[in-house]
């Protein structure tokens, strides 16, 4: 899934922010170097979204002057499944009596530096009643 940031040149460098999610602020020397800036703010700033148990905000449409920025996969499912479970009013807890398993590892599908199986989040998402559909689109 990709973010639209707005990449700015400053007196200093590159300044890069997201509209979506204003937690990811970054900066670079070169253009290049805020775009690899960019991915990393944008993972690092979904981890405040899953310690405070919020739902993340989905990408809104790029402007003109915006460049897109990628979440890796693995942690959009993530995403889709903590915006699921707080839609839904889901524990961590709860989930885990759900998938038949220890709260320890619905701690660790829930981190998103720890790498977790598709099917892993696509059984807790079949838990809470929906399905995850993965799809192919033009780079």
């Known amino acids: 899934m990709n973010y639209p940031a707005l990449i700015e040149k400053d007196n200093i ?4 922010s997201f509209r979506d999610i204003p ?12 775009i690899i800036m960019a991915e990393d703010a944008l ?10 148990n919020r739902a993340v905000p989905l990408p809104s449409n790029p402007q003109n002057n915006e460049t897109l920025i990628s979440l890796p996969a693995s942690a959009w499912a993530k995403v889709l499944l903590l915006n699921e479970m707080v839609n839904q009013g889901i524990t961590n807890a709860e989930l885990a009596r759900r998938l038949n398993t220890r709260p320890q590892e619905v701690q660790r599908i829930m981190n998103l ?23 192919v689109s033009p780079a």
Request: proline share 0%; with cysteine.
């Open 13 to 16: 460098g590159y300044a890069v």
């Open 43 to 52: 993972l690092t700033a979904m981890d405040f979204y899953f310690e405070t």
């Open 23 to 34: 937690e990811a602020l970054t900066c670079a020397d070169t253009f290049e170097d805020a």
């Open 113 to 135: 530096q720890h790498t977790t199986k598709i099917d892993t989040i696509s059984a807790a998402l079949l838990s809470l009643g929906k399905h995850l559909n993965i799809g």
